[in-house]
């Protein structure tokens, strides 16, 4: 009887192991394809924040990605920082830039181009996070022809680049 309760037993749980197996995994989405080099500023923010939507995981701070998405000169200064992170164990960046804080959603996203010229642009992600009204602004320059992020601030004016900076100084 004792064994028969065992095998039963055995019985369900290969029963239910096999029946959870069975379930389709709900599909992920596709992230955006990377802006190409004709994109507007505009266009690469509202990549960004969808890319995030989709993914949580999707670092454009990532060695492949960051080049891309930067201008020189600040892909430059966030390679050191990651760099000095990895090798003091010591976070140089502790907060994402997208949502101006380490934890936060983005619901209600609008894209706004604030200022914009030849060579310069400024675009505003206006949203709300758990119940704050967020605004994240997005310095570009045009490097090449090309848009990209020289810098990302928040409306008080706290800027990436200068916690890059302290970070390595």
């Known amino acids: 009887m004792f064994l028969d309760r065992r095998f039963f ?6 029963q239910l192991a096999g029946a959870g197996a069975g379930f389709a995994e709900t599909p992920k989405k596709k992230l955006p394809p990377t802006p190409g080099p004709d ?20 670092d454009f701070f990532d060695d492949t990605l960051r080049p891309r998405y930067f201008t020189q000169a600040a892909d430059t200064l966030l390679k050191k ?26 619901k209600g996203l609008s894209i706004v181009v604030t200022a914009s010229g030849q060579a ?5 992600a206006r949203f ?18 090309v848009w990209k ?5 928040d409306k008080e004016g706290n800027s ?5 900076k302290d970070f390595l100084q």
């Open 160 to 164: 990436l680049k200068a916690v890059a």
């Open 128 to 145: 709300t996070s758990f119940e704050d009204k967020t605004v994240v602004i997005f310095d570009f320059v045009a490097e090449a022809n």
């Open 9 to 14: 037993l055995i019985a369900c749980l290969v």
């Open 81 to 106: 920082v990651f760099e000095r992170s990895e090798a003091e164990n010591e976070p140089g960046i502790d907060y994402d830039p997208l949502i101006d804080g380490q934890d936060g959603e983005v």
């Open 120 to 124: 310069k642009s400024t675009v505003e």
């Open 149 to 153: 992020i020289d810098d990302i601030r």
């Open 39 to 58: 994109a507007k500023p505009e266009e690469i923010v509202k990549t960004l924040y969808a890319s995030r939507e989709i993914d949580s995981g999707f």
